[in-house]
C-alpha cells in the first residue's frame, strides 16, 4: 500500500457512481470497498475499518445523516458526503451530523482526490506542527498573526478566529452554523449569520485580490465556506 | 285516521293523509263551494222533518217535553257535523215546528206557556254554543293535522335531499319532490360569482318569460324572503346562513291556488338553499381532494425525474470529467469536453425544470437568510457555465446593506439571467453585471449588446414556453426566464427587462434588504 493509499469505502446505491468511483479511487492508489445501503454501510465500517467513508446522501433505506450519526457512534474516520444539487439543507444536516466535508454529483476527478487527501491529511494532523498552512494561508497561533501567500496582513481578532476556523480545515467545508459556534460561540440566528457574512466580505477585502470574484476563501451555496487550496 | 268534528265554515276539504297537495292547491270552485253549503242546510233541515214525523207519531203517548229532548240531539248533531249556519236553522225550526205541532194551542204560533219559549230559546242557544266549540276544535285538529304533514313533507324532502351528493343531484331531487308532494314545478335560479342569476334547473318544456325573470332579480337584490310575479308563480329567496344565493319559482300545476302557509314555504326554500350549500361544499371538497392527489403525483414525478434522470446523468458526468481531464492524446479530451459540455446542458435543462414543476406545485420553498449581494454574484460567477470565458464586467455600489433572499435559488436566477445574456449577444462583447439600492430594494441588473427584446415581448418573455411573436424561436430556448420570474416574485421582488440605451438589453430585478435594523431595535426593547 503507498502512502497516499489507504481504505476507502463507497456508500452509494447508484452502480454508476460506484464504478467511476472504484475506477478513479483504485488508479488513485486507494483500496475501495462498495456498500449498496446504509444498514450494509454501518456494518461494513465496523469490519474493515475504512480510512475514509465515501457516503451518498439518497440512500434507499436510511437517512444519510443517520448514517453518519450511526458511524460516529464507534468511528471517527472522516467522511465525504456526495450529494445532488437542491439537498444543501440535507448536506447541512449531515455535515452538522459529524460528516467532514461533502462534494456535488456530478464531481471531477481532480477534485473528488483533493478533498479526500484534505481530509486525509487533515486527520493526520499533518499541518499543526509548523503553524497552520492552508492554500496560501498561513496561521501562526502564537502569534495570533496570519499571512496571505508569505504577507502579513492585519486582522481583527473576530477576522483572525475565522481565518483560523476556515484553515483547520485544510480546504474542507466549514458549515455557518459551525462557524457562528466556533468564532463567536453563540446562538446560530439570522443576526449570527449576518455578523458571518460581513465578517467574511471583510476578511475577503484584505485577502483577495478581487474580492467580488474570491479565489481564496469561497461561498459553499446555502452550506458555508471553505478555503481553495488549489491541489 | 279519522277526524269526527267537521263542522267547520272553512273551505271543507280534509286533507288526504300524508299530501301536501290539497293544503298548496287547496282550490275550490265558487259554484261548488255553495253547493256543498246548501247541501248541508238541506240534511239538517231532512232531519227535523225526519224527526217532527216521528213526533207526530208518538204525540199520542209521550209528553212533549221528550219530544223537544230530540229536537235538542238533532241540534246539537247538526251543529258537530255541518257547522253553525245549519245548526241555527235546525234550531229554529224546531222551535218553531215543536211550537206549532206539540204546545197548546196546537197549529198555532201563539204561545200560552212561557215555559215553552224557554225551550226554543235553550235550544238555540245550544246549537250556537255546541257549533262554536265544535268549530273550535276542528280548527286545532286541522293545524295539528297539517302541521303533522308539513313536518312529514318536510322530513322527506330533507331525505332525499341528503341522499343527493351533487349540486345538480340536489337540484333533481328538489324539483321531484316538490312535485310529487306540492304539486308544483320548480325553476331554479342560482346566482355566480359575478353575482349574476343563470337558470340552473328548469323542467323540460317551460321557460321563465321576461316579467318572471324580472321578478326573481327583484326578489334577489332586495333579498325578499318571497315575492309573486304578474303570473302565478311564487318566487322564493333562496338563502343560507351568509348570504342570498338564488331563487326558486314554484310554478302550480293544476291550477292556481289561495291558500299557502308562509312558514312552509320558507322552511321549503331554506330546506333547499341549504342542501346546495351543503353540495357546493361537498364539490369543492372533491376538488380540493383531486387537485391534493394531482400535486401528490406531481411530487412523485419530481421524485422521479431528480432521481431516474439526474443520477445518471451525474455519472454520465463524472465518468467524462477525469477522461476531459487527461491531456493525453489530442482528439480524445476534446470529444469529452464536448459531450461534457452538452452533459452539463442537459442537467441544467432538468434543473430548470425540476423548478419549474416546483414552482407549479407550490413545492417550492424559500428559506429566507440575511445575505452578501457580493457573495451572490462571485456564486453564480463561479457555478455559470462560460467555456468561451466571456468577459463579464461586475459593478457593485459599496457598502451596500445585506439581502434577504434564499441564496441558491437567487444565485440560480442570476445565473440563468448571466446564461441568456452570453447566449443572445455577440461574443466579443462584455455582459455587465450591476447592483445598487433603489429605495428599500437592491436592484441587479444583467446587461447585454445583444439584439434586444422588442417592446412587445418584454413582458411575453417571462412566460412559459413563451413565443417570440413573428420571430423565430431560437432553438433550446430553456425556462430560465419563467424560473427566474417565479423566483424573484416568490421573494417579493419584480423582474423586468428594459432596452438598453445604445442596442441590447437589460434584465432588472429587485431583492428586499434585510432588516437588521429592525431585530435589533425589537430584541432592545425595554433596554434602558
Not at chain 1, 121 to 140: H, M, Q, V, Y
Not at chain 2, 464 to 474: H, I, L, P
Request: glycine share 8%; with cysteine.
Amino acid at each position: 500500500m503507498t502512502i497516499a493509499g489507504g481504505t476507502i469505502l463507497v456508500v452509494d446505491d447508484e452502480i454508476g457512481i460506484r464504478r467511476i468511483l472504484r475506477v478513479c479511487l483504485t488508479s488513485a492508489g486507494f483500496v475501495v470497498h462498495e456498500s449498496a445501503s446504509g444498514h450494509e454501510a454501518v456494518r461494513a465500517v465496523s469490519e474493515i475499518q475504512p480510512d475514509l467513508i465515501l457516503l451518498d446522501l439518497n440512500l434507499p433505506d436510511m437517512d444519510g445523516s443517520k448514517v453518519v450519526t450511526r458511524v460516529r457512534e464507534s468511528n471517527q474516520c472522516p467522511i465525504l458526503i456526495l450529494s445532488i444539487r437542491d439537498q444543501e439543507a440535507d448536506k447541512v444536516t449531515a455535515l452538522d451530523a459529524g460528516a467532514d466535508d461533502y462534494l456535488t454529483k456530478p464531481f471531477g476527478n481532480r477534485e473528488l482526490l483533493a478533498r479526500i487527501r484534505a481530509l486525509l491529511r487533515r486527520r493526520r494532523g499533518e499541518a499543526s506542527a509548523a503553524g497552520l498552512k492552508c492554500g496560501p494561508f498561513t496561521i501562526d497561533p502564537a502569534h495570533h498573526a496570519a499571512q496571505v501567500a508569505g504577507k502579513p496582513v492585519r486582522l481583527t481578532r473576530t477576522e483572525y478566529t475565522l481565518l483560523k476556523s476556515l484553515v483547520q480545515r485544510q480546504g474542507n467545508v466549514a458549515t455557518h452554523r459551525q462557524l457562528v459556534r466556533e468564532v463567536w460561540n453563540g446562538m446560530y440566528d439570522e443576526h449570527a449569520l449576518h455578523v458571518l457574512h460581513v465578517t467574511i466580505s471583510n476578511l475577503r477585502r484584505k485577502t483577495e485580490l478581487d474580492p467580488l470574484r474570491p479565489q481564496f476563501i469561497l461561498t459553499e451555496p446555502g452550506v458555508g465556506y471553505r478555503i481553495e487550496t488549489g491541489e | 285516521m279519522v277526524n269526527p268534528m267537521s263542522g267547520s265554515p272553512r273551505p271543507p276539504d280534509r286533507l288526504s293523509d300524508a299530501s301536501f297537495q290539497n293544503l298548496i292547491t287547496r282550490t275550490l270552485a265558487a259554484g261548488q263551494h255553495d253547493r256543498r253549503v246548501g247541501i248541508r242546510y238541506l240534511k239538517a233541515a231532512a232531519i227535523i222533518v225526519m224527526i217532527t214525523g216521528v213526533g207526530i207519531a208518538v204525540d199520542p203517548w209521550v209528553p212533549p217535553t221528550n219530544l223537544a229532548m230530540l229536537y235538542l240531539l238533532a241540534t246539537v248533531f247538526a251543529s258537530l257535523k255541518w257547522g253553525m249556519g245549519p245548526a241555527l236553522m235546525s234550531s229554529l225550526i224546531s222551535a218553531l215546528a215543536f211550537d206549532y205541532l206539540f204546545i197548546p194551542p196546537y197549529r198555532s204560533f201563539a204561545v200560552t206557556d212561557v215555559w215553552y219559549l224557554i225551550t226554543a230559546i235553550t235550544l238555540m242557544c245550544v246549537a250556537v254554543l255546541i257549533s262554536f266549540l265544535a268549530n273550535e276544535v276542528h280548527q286545532q285538529a286541522m293545524a295539528a293535522t297539517r302541521r303533522a304533514t308539513h313536518t312529514a313533507a318536510l322530513y322527506s324532502l330533507t331525505q332525499s335531499l341528503s341522499a343527493a351528493r351533487r349540486p345538480e343531484e340536489v337540484l333533481k331531487a328538489a324539483a321531484d319532490h316538490i312535485k310529487a308532494n306540492f304539486g308544483c314545478d320548480i325553476v331554479i335560479l342560482l346566482s355566480t360569482e359575478t353575482g349574476e342569476l343563470i337558470t340552473a334547473l328548469e323542467p323540460s318544456g317551460m321557460n321563465l318569460d321576461g316579467a318572471a325573470r324580472a321578478t326573481a332579480e327583484q326578489v334577489f337584490r332586495l333579498a325578499a324572503h318571497e315575492g309573486r310575479g304578474p303570473g302565478e308563480g311564487i318566487f322564493l329567496l333562496l338563502k343560507t346562513a351568509a348570504r342570498a344565493i338564488g331563487v326558486m319559482v314554484l310554478m302550480p300545476v293544476h291550477s292556481q291556488y289561495e291558500d299557502r302557509d308562509p312558514a312552509i314555504l320558507q322552511a321549503l326554500a331554506a330546506q333547499v338553499a341549504s342542501s346546495i350549500r351543503r353540495a357546493r361544499f361537498e364539490d369543492r371538497a372533491r376538488e380540493v381532494e383531486v387537485l391534493r392527489k394531482a400535486e401528490e403525483l406531481q411530487r412523485t414525478l419530481l421524485n422521479a425525474v431528480s432521481h431516474s434522470l439526474r443520477a445518471p446523468l451525474a455519472a454520465i458526468l463524472s465518468a467524462l470529467n477525469p477522461i476531459a481531464e487527461t491531456s493525453a492524446g489530442p482528439a480524445i479530451p476534446e470529444l469529452a469536453r464536448i459531450a461534457q459540455g452538452e452533459a452539463f446542458r442537459l442537467d441544467a435543462l432538468i434543473g430548470n425544470l425540476l423548478g419549474m414543476s416546483r414552482l407549479e406545485a407550490g413545492a417550492l420553498k424559500v428559506k429566507r437568510e440575511p445575505h452578501d449581494v457580493q457573495d451572490v454574484i462571485g456564486s453564480a460567477l463561479r457555478e455559470l457555465q462560460n467555456p468561451q470565458g466571456r468577459q463579464i464586467l461586475v459593478e457593485v455600489q459599496p457598502e451596500l446593506p445585506p439581502v434577504s433572499i434564499d441564496f441558491l435559488l437567487i444565485v440560480n436566477v442570476l445565473v440563468n439571467l448571466l446564461d441568456n445574456a452570453i447566449k443572445y449577444s455577440p461574443a466579443d462583447l462584455p455582459v455587465n453585471i450591476d447592483a445598487s439600492l433603489a429605495g428599500n430594494e437592491i436592484e441587479l441588473r444583467v446587461s447585454d449588446r445583444g439584439s434586444g427584446v422588442p417592446i412587445s415581448e418584454q413582458e411575453v418573455i417571462f412566460g412559459k414556453f413563451a413565443r417570440g411573436s413573428g420571430t423565430s424561436q431560437t432553438p433550446g430556448i430553456g425556462l430560465g426566464l419563467p424560473i427566474s420570474k417565479g423566483f424573484v416574485e416568490a421573494h417579493e421582488g419584480r423582474i423586468w427587462v428594459e432596452e438598453r440605451p445604445g442596442g441590447g438589453s437589460i434584465f432588472c430585478f429587485t431583492l428586499p434588504l434585510f432588516n437588521a435594523s429592525h431585530e435589533v431595535s425589537t430584541a432592545t426593547v425595554g433596554a434602558p
